[in-house]
């Protein structure tokens, strides 16, 4: 129900089998594994903190996703994984309330990112991470609004790009299937 703020996660076949929850857990954003197997969710911890966590879609034990806190000044809060989820993005923020966005190589497998966090933004004065942030779809950019306006992070050497500058707040940035626009 909308007056409890409860977001609830559902699978739903398409061959018309009863949809189902894996997982009671509020779920905020997911990412399904490639071999459809498992899901990668934004999601609650038992303290209400945001946490990513691992679904296993034929049942099983949740896991919950560690990230390497090394070289860190702060709690991340999680953002969304790539779209293969070989990579995960997460916030810092800092005493002025903008963020430090950073992105650390992840192990689905192990449930955990492998190496040291690399920041890729810095100052983000971003809202919502949904209204506010997609990866391209072949994981090599990031789209993210910034001070009303829409960035474009390359992932692989590169500054972040400014692509729009409005006088209107843009929204919800989504990538076109092939990455063009």
């Not at 990412?31 to 459809?36: A, E, L, T």
């Not at 946490?51 to 919950?64: A, C, V």
């Not at 100052?123 to 209204?131: E, H, L």
């Amino acid at each position: 129900k909308s007056y409890e703020n409860i977001w609830k996660f559902k699978a739903i076949s398409v061959s018309g089998a009863p949809a189902f929850s894996p997982v009671s857990d509020n779920v905020y954003d997911a990412r399904w594994s490639p071999d459809g197997k498992v899901i990668c969710a934004l999601s609650n911890n038992t303290k209400g903190g945001y946490i990513f966590k691992l679904i296993p879609i034929k049942g099983g034990e949740t896991l919950l996703v560690k990230i390497n806190k090394t070289e860190l000044n702060g709690d991340p809060f999680p953002i969304k994984a790539s779209p293969d989820l070989t990579m995960l993005t997460f916030w810092i923020a800092g005493e002025d309330g903008k963020k430090d966005i950073y992105i650390a190589p992840f192990s689905l497998k192990e449930a955990k990112t492998t190496s040291p966090a690399r920041l890729i933004f810095k100052d983000w004065s971003a809202g919502p991470y949904n209204t506010s942030f997609s990866w391209s779809p072949d994981g090599t950019r990031i789209g993210l609004i910034h001070e009303e306006d829409i960035w474009i992070v390359p992932l692989k050497g590169g500054n972040p790009i400014q692509i729009t500058h409005t006088p209107e707040h843009e929204l919800y940035p989504r990538w076109s299937p092939d990455g063009t626009m």
